[in-house]
Nanobody
Framework: QVQLVESGGGLVQAGGSLRLSCASS????????TAWFRQAPGKEREFVAG????????VYADSVKGRFTISKDNVKNTVYLQMNYLKPEDTAVYYC??????????????????WGQGTQVTVSS
């Protein structure tokens, strides 16, 4: 059974930084794709960033390009989301999601099989 556990959320002022972590137990991120999604109050869950199993390919939402970086450590079986220059509109619950069958990164949340419990990120103005 696969479990994804996020950590690293918190409260930060606009312009600040946070690093989210997503640790997998039960299975490694050696296949498929892993992504971060976020959901703000009253809004749908949206794609933020994704990374291929090899780490060689990454995809970002336009709203976070140049500010967020997704990476992975296959030894630690952990995926990270480094978030810089945070804005109040980045406030949301951030979720890690994984699929071990995707051949490419997908922006569609329905294609990810495993989800973490979410971690709250709040950016004050």
């Amino acid at each position: 059974q696969v479990q994804l556990v996020e950590s690293g959320g918190g409260l930060v002022q606009a312009g600040g930084s946070l690093r989210l972590s997503c640790a997998s137990s039960g299975r490694t991120f050696s296949r498929g794709a892993t992504a971060w999604f976020r959901q703000a109050p009253g809004k749908e869950r949206e794609f933020v960033a994704g990374i291929s199993w090899s780490g060689g390919n990454t995809v970002y939402a336009d709203s976070v390009k140049g500010r967020f970086t997704i990476s992975k450590d296959n030894v630690k079986n952990t995926v990270y989301l480094q978030m810089n220059y945070l804005k109040p509109e980045d406030t949301a619950v951030y979720y890690c999601a994984a699929s071990f069958r995707l051949l490419n990164i997908s922006l569609r949340r329905g294609l990810y099989d495993y989800w973490g419990q979410g971690t709250q990120v709040t950016v004050s103005s």
